[in-house]
């Protein structure tokens, strides 16, 4: 499979640091992002999607957004994930968290800051259409903001969302949106790994304090609803070859 935009594959050199669910915390993105060492090309970070809309009043959707659209065009080794919040601006679909719709906020935001919605929310969709689905390294691991998704069952279902540009059918759906447990089981979680040829998996999307291990997946918990607030840091050259080796990488956010 050639490297596209959808899939970013990953060398068994330098390092990776991940960190997911901003939800427009500037203040833990800020915090990760200086982790991250960006004049290093070997040193890459993978923000696991949802990094936009916030439930609370100090909301830095847009200044985050502009930062990661900035940085994505000058950086090769910084790699901002699709998220099920980024996507709803793709697919027009609303999203509620409780009563509040997320994506009606997201737009009034744009308005009250930039005075009208266009060009800003289309220019903000073709950034969303342009970024990764997923992150693969040759040491072993596969990262996604959700998922699997049942729906991909073979090596060729895989293909076609790695390759396809179409954001608005149900597997695209599906990968931005399946939850542990409710949409996918620990059997899913290997059958997509033997798939894709990966050995582990780390996700976001699903809040949890700190992280959680579900079969051969990691929910992480990097800001949103996270107490415990912590993020992965990999060196690409050792092989992550089961959890243990993957657990052993998490690091917390401040400390
Ligand atoms: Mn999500």
């Known amino acids: 499979m050639d490297d596209n935009t959808r899939l970013i594959q990953l060398p068994d050199k330098g390092r990776v640091l991940i960190f997911t669910d901003v939800h427009g915390n500037i203040e833990d993105y800020n915090k ?3 982790k991250w060492d960006s004049n290093d090309s070997d040193c890459h970070i993978v923000i696991a999607g949802d990094f936009i809309h916030s439930i609370y009043k100090q909301d830095y959707s847009i200044e985050i957004l502009e930062d990661i659209i900035e940085k994505f065009k000058k950086y090769d080794n910084f790699h901002p994930l699709l998220g099920n919040h980024e996507w709803s601006h793709i697919a027009n679909a609303n999203l509620f ?12 935001m744009i308005v009250e800051r ?4 266009e060009p800003y929310l289309s220019n ?5 259409k342009s970024i990764p689905l997923f992150v693969q390294t040759e040491n072993g691991l596969f990262i996604s903001h959700a998922g699997p998704s ?6 060729e279902d895989y ?7 179409d954001y608005y059918n149900e ?7 399946s939850r542990p447990e409710k949409d996918y089981s620990e059997y899913d979680v290997s059958n997509f790994l033997d798939i894709v040829k990966s050995n582990v998996m780390v996700v976001g999307h699903t809040i949890v304090d700190g992280y959680r291990i579900f079969g051969k997946q990691m929910i992480l918990g990097s800001s949103f609803g996270s107490k415990k607030k912590l993020y992965l840091d990999i060196d690409l050259e050792k092989p992550i ?8 990488k998490l690091k917390p956010l401040d400390g």
Do not use: A, H, P
């Not at 293909?159 to 540009?165: A, H, I, K, L, Q």
């Open 32 to 34: 990760y992002l200086d």
């Open 97 to 108: 968290k409780g009563t509040i719709n997320q994506k009606k906020d997201f737009e009034e």
């Open 114 to 117: 930039k005075s009208s919605l």
């Open 124 to 128: 903000y969709i073709t950034f969303f």
């Open 150 to 155: 049942k729906k991909i069952e073979t090596y």
């Open 159 to 165: 293909e076609y969302v790695v390759e396809d540009d």
């Open 171 to 177: 597997l695209i759906f599906s990968v931005v949106w």
């Open 241 to 248: 070859n089961n959890m243990d080796d993957l657990v052993g």
